[in-house]
């Protein structure tokens, strides 16, 4: 399967499969998800697993949600962009969107990449 390039799904509602849960510890580094974490079935990431979303507007841990992709946070020290996911469709600035998604993002550099 070919890389999938984040950017295209910039504006698309998109079906998310939530593996880390909100309040759910990272299997390796010990940080709390602070939202709900997950993937878009199949698509693969430069890392070579599942394009990976942050998904906002969801304040209970879940399985699954639906949400429009908002914007793309591009790591510019690491091979793996990840999507931002809007379940209710509201925008969030990018101040909100860093204060949001710190927990796990303040271990790499990165830009974020909007429509």
Do not use: C, W
């Amino acid at each position: 399967m070919e890389k999938t390039n984040a950017i295209d799904f910039l504006g698309k509602d998109v079906k998310v499969i939530i593996d880390r849960q909100l309040g759910t510890k990272h299997p390796k580094h010990g940080f709390m998800y602070m939202l709900n974490y997950g993937f878009i079935p199949n698509t693969i990431s430069g890392d070579g697993e599942e394009l990976d979303a942050y998904l906002l507007g969801e304040f209970d841990p879940v399985s699954s949600s639906e949400g429009k992709v908002i914007a793309v946070i591009h790591r510019t020290n690491d091979d793996d962009d990840k999507l931002v996911v809007s379940k209710n469709g509201n925008d969030y600035s990018d101040d909100a969107i860093k204060a949001l998604t710190e927990f796990q993002e303040r271990f790499f550099e990165s830009v974020i990449i909007r429509k």
